[in-house]
DNA sequence: TGGTGATACCTCGTATAACAAAGTATACGC
DNA sequence: GCGTATACTTTGTTATACGAGGTATCACCA
């Protein structure tokens, strides 16, 4: 099953942020992780993450740094910045708001 | 604390047609009946509501009917019909499945 | 009778977010 | 040297939730 994509709103920033604030990652490493680490359910595009990456850097939640092996490509490592971190813990509330309310909607029943 | 804008988006339709599930509501009652329930947390204003009800009408999942009693206000009352009863199921299972997801990204772990 | 507030509905413009698709470039195996 | 996987970038499209404005009716009360 497909998640719609407008279902996702909202919370692709508070996921990015909570994978980056488990290990730096880049990003095309951050789509496989958030793929694989979600069995497959929250499949996001790169035209949906590299421009988010830029703009959770631009606005200081996540660092960006060149790194560069021998033998490897270039790539763009980002890690959570204490303000990140601050910005994870408000979201993730809110996240966890969001579920308790829609739940009480829901009312526990299944319409399967 | 005020939920973010975005972060609803996608599972509006779903608490809709849930509340309508249970019982036939019309618009400005379901404005009520969404915050109450939902103890505040989803509070949808009119202009995001009536919308949508033209929207899941104009889909065949929602059903509208002009009531009037001697003394009231004309009001246009909403109920799910079956092709509406099938989009819950649809839709609960993908919040479900969206919820899976981020809970496992999330890793149970509190930002708090 | 006239004013206020709650009820009930309607509509437009705006912001923003996720995506698909296309492109660039490098490393590696064969 | 050719294909494939890696890695990053950009653009245009679409959907949606919201705010702010509007109309109208009813109950209440002074």
């Known amino acids: 099953m497909k998640l719609d994509r407008e279902l996702l709103k909202g919370a692709t ?15 095309y490493q951050l789509v496989e992780h958030l793929r694989t680490q979600s069995e497959g359910i929250l499949a996001l595009g790169e035209g949906t993450l590299y421009p988010l990456l830029y703009k959770l850097e631009a606005n200081g939640l996540v660092r960006g740094r060149w ?37 009480l909607i829901l009312g526990g029943k299944s319409y399967a």
Chains 1, 2 share one sequence.
């Open 13 to 27: 920033e508070t996921i990015v942020l909570a994978a980056l604030d488990r290990q730096p990652l880049h990003g």
């Open 67 to 103: 790194e560069k092996s021998a033998g490897e490509r270039r790539k763009r490592v980002y890690s959570l910045t204490r303000k990140g971190h601050r910005c994870l813990a408000e979201r993730s509330a809110q996240w966890e708001q969001l579920v308790r309310g829609v739940t």
